[in-house]
């Protein structure tokens, strides 16, 4: 049990909406989103891995199971939100040197 605790978790790191957000470059993140065919035009960049979550599900469904998609992302969007706090102090000043991530 401890050891699928551990592969979810890291699962889920691998795949932050904050890891990816803050790691990559404008252009991959935007691309990414792109992929999904997501309706935003813009994520912020405080707090941009649970906008960039947010997104992900603000996308068509694929024909993937919507249950275990919107789960995914509930958890992803809570550890985003944990990691995107405690990177606030570098995002804010992102946010207010770069503004916010346009994605058209």
Partial sequence: M????LLALSLCV???????TVGSSDYSVAANLERKDTYCSSIPRM???VAFDFCSLHAPSKG??????AGYYLVDGI???????????????????EGSLDLE
Avoid: E, H
């Fill in 2 to 5: 401890r050891k699928i605790a």
């Fill in 14 to 20: 691998s795949g932050c909406g904050s890891v990816t």
């Fill in 47 to 49: 707090y941009s891995g």
């Fill in 64 to 69: 993937a199971n919507l249950n275990w998609f």
């Fill in 79 to 97: 550890a985003s939100a944990v990691v995107d706090t405690l990177l606030l102090p570098y995002t804010g000043y992102q946010q207010y040197t």
